[in-house]
């Protein structure tokens, strides 16, 4: 996903240490998201940055509900959403690279955008499969599901009839 610019962090102006951030992700971040199922939703995120000398260690913590569907009735659906992420970005310099743990960010480099990052934490925590608790779904689509259930329930196979039959003689 695209950076968006209030995620970004210029970091060359801040002491070592620890520092705090904290986004808000509304409609605007969803809509960017390019992400059909993400609906909307209010997350917080609480970003700790420690920096020293040769690293910047970011920790993100994101919570708050994000509007999705429901697999089973498509009626909307509320999760509660709790993803934790690090990221760890390299100040050695050198050749920049971007493997899943370890960014290397170049010399020049002074500010960091954790959009990317904010997006990957949100992907993580949210289940594959969502559905509504037992009893929560739409109840119209509810009683459609069951009389699918109900019309498919298989009829008992002839055979085994037979077969009891067969039975029943025998013990006579
Ligand atoms: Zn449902």
């Not at 955008?113 to 594959?128: D, F, K, Q, S, V």
């Not at 699918?148 to 298989?154: A, G, Q």
Request: aromatic letters at 6%.
């Amino acid at each position: 996903m695209e950076a968006i610019q209030d995620h970004t962090i210029a970091f060359t102006g801040l002491k070592d240490g620890e520092h705090t951030f904290h986004f808000v992700l509304e409609q605007p971040f969803f809509d960017a998201s390019g992400e059909e199922e993400w609906e909307g939703g209010r997350v917080d995120v609480e970003v700790t940055l420690d920096k020293s000398t040769y690293l910047l260690v970011c920790n993100l913590h994101a919570t708050g509900p994000v509007q999705l569907r429901c697999d089973r009735c498509n009626a909307p659906l509320e999760f509660p959403l709790d993803g934790k992420q690090r990221q760890i970005f390299s100040l050695t310099g050198g050749e920049e690279s971007d493997d899943d743990e370890l960014v290397t960010l170049s010399d020049t480099a002074h500010s960091i955008n954790l959009t990317h990052y904010i997006y990957e934490c949100l992907r993580l925590a949210l289940p594959i499969r969502h559905v509504h608790a037992p009893g929560q779904c739409d109840p119209e689509v509810e009683k459609v599901l069951e009389r699918l259930i109900v019309d498919h329930e298989p009829t008992p196979d002839p055979r085994w009839e037979v077969l009891k039959e067969l039975k029943n003689k025998e013990s006579k």
